[in-house]
């Protein structure tokens, strides 16, 4: 089985509707992430959260929210989905520490905003 | 300019070339640089990475750094139809900012049998 789990795998949602894409691990990792990745762009940060009580954005937030239910379970929401969110978005786990971090990603979610 | 730059390619290779992928970068903050590959409709798992300039190999593969020009490479030599995929370089910095990782664009690599 999968360590880092997305749901669903691909999505299309009309604008202005809301949305939510869901992450799961099994890994036991405190850390994890939420990424966008476009073409001609590449890997872009939304949020992230180091435990269960933290929350923080990332470089691209607007227009996000999340949710982190469990040490295992973190949420994306679009509240009002707009066409230039389309894109392919990547839950990401890390196990924390000062030193270098692999982070393990999710296999993805097709977002399409029409 | 961006903190990372990358040729997207596509670069195309017959079955046993040696690969060369390369990115630049700007911030000489970064001390940990690492390569994903990204096969289609999947996500970027991690190659390699190397801590600070130096060279690393790992089988077919090896990673190098030189910090004073701000670049790094991925050299993978005997190439197969299987390292067809999409290369993303990736930089952090050490301590608490390790955790916050800056991408290139990826370079798409097809190696033709």
């Known amino acids: 089985d999968a360590d880092v789990t997305q749901t669903p795998r691909n999505r299309i949602t009309k604008t202005g509707k809301r949305i939510m894409l869901e992450c799961s691990q099994t890994?036991?990792?405190?850390?994890m992430y939420w990424y966008r990745q476009d073409p001609g762009l590449g890997l872009r940060l939304i949020y992230y959260?180091?435990?269960?009580?933290?929350?923080n954005k990332g470089e691209i937030s607007d227009g996000y929210s999340v949710s982190r239910q469990a040490q295992a379970k973190f949420s994306l929401s679009l509240e009002s989905a707009i066409p230039n969110q389309t894109a392919l978005y990547f839950c990401?786990?890390?196990?924390?520490?000062?030193?270098?971090?692999?982070?393990?990603f999710g296999p993805g979610t097709r977002l399409l905003v029409l | 300019q961006k903190e990372v730059e990358q040729d997207p390619g596509p670069l195309s290779v017959p079955e046993g070339a040696i690969v060369s992928l390369n990115c630049t970068y700007s911030?000489?903050?970064?001390?940990?640089f690492m390569w994903y590959r990204q096969y289609s409709r999947k996500g970027p798992e991690l190659l390699m990475y190397?801590?600070?300039?130096g060279n690393k190999e790992d089988g077919r593969f090896t990673a190098q750094v030189d910090k004073s020009s701000k670049y790094i490479s991925l050299f993978i030599r005997d190439s197969q139809p299987s390292d067809s995929a999409t290369y993303l370089c990736?930089?952090?910095?050490?301590?608490?900012?390790?955790?916050?990782?800056?991408f290139g664009k990826g370079t798409k690599l097809s190696v033709i049998p």
């Open positions: 959260s180091f435990d269960v009580k933290d929350i």
């Open positions: 990736a930089m952090s910095e050490s301590g608490a900012g390790s955790y916050q990782l800056t």
């Open positions: 990401a786990t890390s196990e924390g520490g000062s030193g270098q971090e692999t982070q393990y």
């Open positions: 911030n000489s903050a970064f001390q940990y």
């Open positions: 190397t801590y600070s300039s």
């Open positions: 890994k036991g990792h405190d850390r």
